[in-house]
């Protein structure tokens, strides 16, 4: 007899390690047993103690409405079902043996994937002995089994889902910012420049502002409260950041390095790494993470498009947590002696650029000005803005100062008492009403009059507009005009 796949022992797809894994998690993670219990289904399972496990998580969640170990044992105890799925030591190296930085949506897909395939076996098989039947009509036959595989693609695609934007915008929410327009919380910001031009005190200057709740380098107040910064050194220059930060009025308190000692080398390819400064940022409830420099944090090819492998879980962590993450990087050498600064001078992968939302490159003016250490301040990408006015950075042994660039000031400079009077009546008239959105006031006099961002706080600080706490998100800041006396 000629062999056939069906005739010989073919393995089956299956994952017994990632069923393991996504059970484990989802009786020590509220988030994953939600996801586990309302998206996956018990055909997921392949292994039969698996998928006894899987009822108890999901009619566990169903009755309590979150999952633990000690809940999912009682469930399987009192049905005499522990013994069925493993018994009580494979339950609880279940619940501890797994990584729980693990992706479990994705994880879920392959494991759904791999149901359809077995499903696609089976149906191989039936069309296979079907084919092999001398009574029937073969059209009925081929029809039947389109029909049985059409019904597959159906599972397969998940119905061919779709989703509004409205869905997607109550999912994701409105974009925050921890420095308004240049660094998005939640998202990847990448201050890029060569060796010398002071990226590493620029970097430690946004930690400063995070740390004392002081103004932003364009003179825009600060909406938040101090908060700790965790610092992540990876070129073991702790001595040095510690002199400097001492010496520039940082609260060196909240500045957190990971570490037993602190001085503990972040890996981006390390999950160990990943989780150090998770942790971190929930037990300091951190404001912002800082990396510095990217290169010392990798271990491979910045030039490669793994780069994005490396970083996607990073930036993944920075979303969940709701922080900003800012990476310290060089640019290519020989990057020309222009001025301004462009994309394609950031050095490494494209995928870099491409990860960042936002990024801000520092450079060097040319020698011969007057103060060799001015440097300048310009955003070369905004993913959820437009592009910032430029700046100039002075640094000296007391910190970091800012200031218009040159071109950008002559324009400041240009307007006029008359153009002021109207901003100012514009504002008044906004808040008229009572107390708005400063985000709002400020795009709102950017669209409506073409007027700068600066130019729009000048005129709140003329008018003694007062700065308020959002009720509804105390995150946020609010205008209102002042009492009358």
């Known amino acids: ?52 496990v899987f009822r108890a998580v999901k009619s566990v969640y169903e009755e309590h409405g979150e999952v633990d170990y000690d809940l999912v044992r009682s469930w399987l105890h009192d049905r005499a079902l522990l013994e ?15 990584d729980d930085s693990m992706k479990y949506p994705h994880y879920a897909r392959n494991l759904r994937d791999l149901r359809i395939r077995r499903h696609m076996m089976r149906t191989g098989e039936d069309v296979y002995l079907r084919a092999q039947q001398m009574h029937g009509s073969p059209v009925e036959q081929i029809g039947d089994s389109i029909s049985r595989l059409e019904s597959l ?22 974009i925050e910012w921890t420095w308004e327009g240049w660094m998005p919380r939640g998202h990847i910001t990448l201050v890029c420049a060569a060796p010398g031009a002071g990226k590493s005190a620029f970097a430690l200057h946004l930690a400063r502002c995070v740390a004392t709740g002081g103004e932003w380098p364009d003179g825009v107040a600060n909406a938040g409260e101090p908060q700790s910064v965790v610092y992540c050194d990876t070129e073991s220059a702790h001595a040095f950041l510690l002199q400097r930060a001492e010496k520039w009025g940082v609260p060196i308190e909240r500045i957190k390095t990971p570490g037993r000692d602190g001085t503990r080398r972040i890996v981006l390819a390390e999950r160990e790494s990943l989780m150090l400064v998770r942790q971190a940022i929930r037990k300091e409830s951190a404001g912002l993470v800082v990396i510095d420099s990217l290169r010392g944090a990798l271990t491979g090819d910045e030039n490669s498009s793994e780069v994005s492998e490396v970083l996607g879980p990073w930036a993944e962590m920075a979303a969940k947590e709701n922080v900003p993450l800012v990476l310290v990087h060089h640019n290519r050498k020989g990057s020309g002696a222009s001025q301004s600064m462009s994309m394609d001078q950031v050095r490494g992968s494209s995928a870099l650029v491409a990860i960042a939302r936002s990024i801000i ?9 007057a103060e ?13 803005a437009p592009l910032e006015d430029p700046m100039i950075m002075t640094l000296d042994e007391d910190g970091c100062h800012f200031q218009l660039d040159s071109n950008t000031a002559m324009q400041e400079l240009e307007v006029s008492d008359d153009f002021m009077a109207r901003v100012k009546v514009f504002l008044t008239d906004f808040l008229s009403e009572g107390p708005q959105p400063a985000k709002m006031a400020v795009a709102r006099c950017r669209a409506d009059l073409g007027v700068a961002r600066r130019t729009v706080y000048r005129a709140r600080k003329q008018l003694g507009l007062n700065s308020i706490p959002d009720p509804d998100d105390g995150r946020e800041r609010l205008w209102a005009l002042p009492e009358p006396v």
């Open 372 to 384: 060799q250490r001015r440097v300048r301040l310009e955003q070369l990408k905004s993913n959820f």
């Open 1 to 52: 007899m000629n062999e056939t796949p069906w005739n010989t022992k073919q393995p089956i797809p299956t994952d017994y390690e990632t069923e393991r894994m996504m059970l484990g998690i989802a009786m020590m993670d509220a988030e994953a047993a939600a996801y586990v219990a309302e998206e996956m289904e018990e055909e997921d399972f392949h292994y039969c103690p698996h998928q006894g």
């Open 361 to 369: 490159g520092l450079k060097t003016l040319a020698a011969g000005d």
């Open 84 to 98: 069925d799925c493993g018994g009580k030591p494979y339950l609880q190296r279940m619940a501890v043996d797994f």
């Open 153 to 174: 693609l159906d599972k397969a695609t998940g119905g061919a889902p779709v989703v509004g934007l409205d869905e997607i915008a109550e999912q994701l929410g409105k």
